[in-house]
């Protein structure tokens, strides 16, 4: 009878490490989901800043950023040709928009993923849906983003940078989801 009581009491000690793993770790991904939510919310709030600045101030940043670069080693002595040519403020400009929605697509995705992706349950189906929601968000983000420009002095609101916004959370999507493809 005591063998029977030891192993009972053995069993209602994993039942209780178990339950309280799963707390835990569901604390854990409450307090991921939190921060996650936090620092796109923030993301968001800094594109609506840099959009929020009007053309002349924005061009101000482009040349400061041309500034930075050519006097950067071995970079700066490579860019130096295209950034210092007529084109050199479109490249820096478009390139920021990329960068700003690469990271926005990121964090969308990892928030996405954190809410659906369980690690015994991995698939390529539910990584794809993920890429395509975070993906979506982006795109009408980047399009809201455009037509705040609209009333913003000096600045305009193109499709065009709507789809290179796109294209860095694109290319965001595929760099993030191929962690979670090698783990299927």
Known sequence: MDDFSNGKDRYLEN????????????????????????????WMGFIFYMSHQPA?????????????????????????????????????????HMFLYFVLSILTFKFISIKSIREHNLTSKIIFRNMAIALLIVFLYACTDEFHQLFVSG?????????????????????????YFRKI
Do not use: H, W, Y
């Open 15 to 42: 039942i209780n490490k178990k339950n309280n793993n799963n707390k835990r770790n569901n604390a854990d991904k409450k307090m991921m989901l939190i921060i996650l939510l936090a620092l796109i919310i923030g």
């Open 56 to 96: 002349s101030v924005s061009s101000g940043q482009s040349g400061r950023t041309i500034s930075a670069i050519i006097n950067m080693p071995i970079i700066g002595e490579i860019s130096k040709p295209i950034l210092t040519s007529s084109i050199g403020e479109f490249v820096i400009r478009k390139s920021a």
């Open 155 to 179: 600045r305009s609101g193109e499709f065009r940078d709507v789809m290179v916004d796109t294209c860095g959370g694109i290319i965001g999507l595929i760099l993030i989801s191929i962690n």
